[in-house]
């Protein structure tokens, strides 16, 4: 029996290939300070195109460890949303994010910290979901779909979530400084993108491996961020909360559905 494709991947050299990937994208975004997505009130800078890095570095692996075929099946994984086998799992795949962002948004109200009601435009929400689903698509098929399984192949669930959680967040440390944003935001957010990734492998492990199931709590998270604070969360969104929520989630997960594998629930019959 022929052994699997991710077997034969190693994902500490596409870790590297992304960074190398993103370089330009982090020039690009030193040059100028114009934004990405101004028509939607959104400023990103230009250097968050390095959601393209992902995709690109894991291609060019793919096409030398497999040449067209293997691009053509790998494509057609990242894509394929009949994997997830049980429909169930769509339910905390469409709503974990936006349910930890709401708890955050509910601390922050509690804490005092004066926050504006939300105004959620369904047009507007619609098209950020269009766009978040593609970027997300881009990142996940190089984090999910090309280096978690090698790096589950070699520990546990938890520890390969908490490896690439890392990478997948010091991947975002420019950009958030070319954004204009604080070090302790930065800090904030970068943790819970480590804690995020937990979530997200766990989701990924579930639905029966579908690369689909990444891409699109990958989306909420965006497009949760973006709905529910207003001002796209601009001096109003503090992420070391939703950090903090995120990481007590993902110890919950952690502990029903084990570390080993983040697949096989404590209390089953």
């Not at 028509?39 to 030398?64: D, E, M, N, W």
């Not at 961020?225 to 992420?239: K, Q, R, T």
Request: aromatic fraction near 12%.
């Amino acid at each position: 029996m022929g052994s699997s494709p991710s077997s034969h991947r190693s994902p500490w050299a596409f870790f590297a290939l992304v960074f190398v990937v993103a370089i330009p994208f982090w020039i690009l975004g030193a040059l100028t300070d114009q934004g990405l997505l101004t028509g939607l009130g959104i400023k990103l800078p230009f250097s968050a195109l390095t959601f393209l890095s992902p995709a690109i570095a894991a291609l060019i692996l793919v096409y030398r460890e497999e040449k067209l075929v293997g691009v053509g099946r790998f494509l057609r994984n990242v894509l394929d949303p009949r994997r997830v086998r049980l429909r169930l799992w769509y339910a905390p795949i469409f709503l974990l994010l936006p349910a930890l962002y709401l708890l955050s948004y509910g601390v922050m109200r509690l804490m005092g910290i004066p926050l504006p009601q939300p105004q959620l435009a369904p047009v507007t929400l619609l098209i950020l979901f269009a766009l978040f689903l593609v970027s997300a698509a881009c990142e996940e098929a190089g984090w999910t779909g090309y280096a978690i399984d090698p790096l589950q192949a070699r520990r546990s669930a938890l520890g390969a979530a908490l490896i690439l959680g890392v990478v997948w967040s010091t991947a975002h440390i420019v950009p958030d400084i070319q954004g204009h944003q604080t070090w302790g935001w930065i800090a904030g957010q970068r943790l819970f993108t480590v804690v995020l990734r937990v979530l997200i492998v766990w989701l990924y492990n579930n639905a029966a491996k579908a690369i689909i199931a990444a891409i699109i709590a990958h989306a909420m998270d965006n497009v949760s961020v973006f709905a529910l604070f207003p001002n796209n969360g601009d001096g109003y969104y503090i992420p070391a909360i939703t950090a903090a929520i995120t990481a007590i989630a993902a110890i919950i997960v952690t502990f029903l559905w084990r570390p080993r594998t983040l697949a096989r629930f404590r209390f089953a019959r």
